[in-house]
């Protein structure tokens, strides 16, 4: 098993049902793989799905699966095949706090990545973003907005993208991720959704298809022209008090931003 070390930017979901596809996943430059049980495989296919990520042959990126929620015929089958084969991490669809205690207690997973996706979710966050095997959430916007009887666009779910980054940040873990672009031919989009969810404050963003990948990876990455700028405020620091430089004063908040794009990485 390939240790999930630290949260990914670009996940690749691939469904259960089509293990012919695990592999281009796995070489898709993806820093996971997700495995699908839930959304992507029809309820007379979940079996199948669940024997292939049990039996997955994948190598050199870690890989996650997606068991389907505690509310449904499946949820009792996906974590009796965990135990038996624990993957990287487990995302627990439609998270609660009862199906993570579960996953936790059965399946011993190296980490658990909620997917918050209701109004209870949301409601909830505290109950388990502090969980010890917790590493970071990710955001359902598709099923979210379903469930509150709201357009899935920016503005509607503005507040439970906000308050998830605030309770990820409170409860002492990573940025969260930010959900799928479905318009899977248009780069644009996904470019406008990744810059939207990173200056929010995500870490990274699902992907539902290959060409996807780069997009993410680049739109979470500091930019040419933050790192022009953090190298204008090292230069002009002088290591006591605010002095100005590249167009900011530059107190404690604005040197250690600069600081944190020198090192690289992604912002988060």
Not at 79 to 101: E, N, Q, T
Not at 105 to 117: C, G, Q, T
Not at 172 to 188: L, S
Not at 191 to 219: E, S, W
Request: hydrophobic share 50%.
């Amino acid at each position: 098993m390939t240790p999930l070390l630290k949260p990914p930017i670009a996940p690749l979901f691939v469904p259960g049902n089509r293990p012919e596809r695990f592999a281009k996943a796995a070489a898709s430059g993806a820093d996971a793989v997700i495995i699908d049980l839930e959304d992507a495989v029809s309820p007379e296919d979940k079996d199948q799905a669940r024997r292939n990520a049990a039996a997955h042959a994948i190598t050199g990126v870690p890989v996650i699966i997606r068991i389907n929620g505690a509310d449904t015929p499946w949820f009792e089958q996906d974590v009796a095949m965990l135990a038996s084969r624990p993957p990287a991490c487990v995302m627990v669809a439609k998270a609660a706090v009862g199906a993570i205690d579960t996953v936790v207690k059965h399946s011993a997973p190296a980490w658990v990545l909620p997917l918050v996706e209701s109004a209870e979710g949301m409601a909830t966050l505290d109950q388990f973003l502090g969980h010890s095997r917790v590493i970071c959430a990710a955001f359902g916007a598709l099923d979210c907005a379903l469930d509150l009887g709201c357009a899935p666009d920016w503005e509607p779910l503005l507040a439970c993208r906000s308050e998830l980054v605030l309770r990820s940040r409170l409860a002492d873990i990573a940025p969260p991720i930010e959900g799928v672009t479905t318009a899977i031919d248009d780069i644009d989009a996904l470019v406008d959704d990744c810059r939207r969810a990173r200056a929010l404050g995500f870490g990274g963003k699902l992907a539902i298809h290959p060409t996807q990948i780069a997009a993410i990876q680049t739109g979470f990455a500091f930019t040419d022209e933050e790192h022009a700028w953090a190298r204008a405020v090292m230069k002009a620091h002088m290591g006591a008090g605010a002095v100005a430089a590249a167009g900011s004063m530059i107190d404690k908040p604005v040197l250690e931003r600069a600081q944190r794009i020198i090192a690289g990485g992604v912002r988060g």
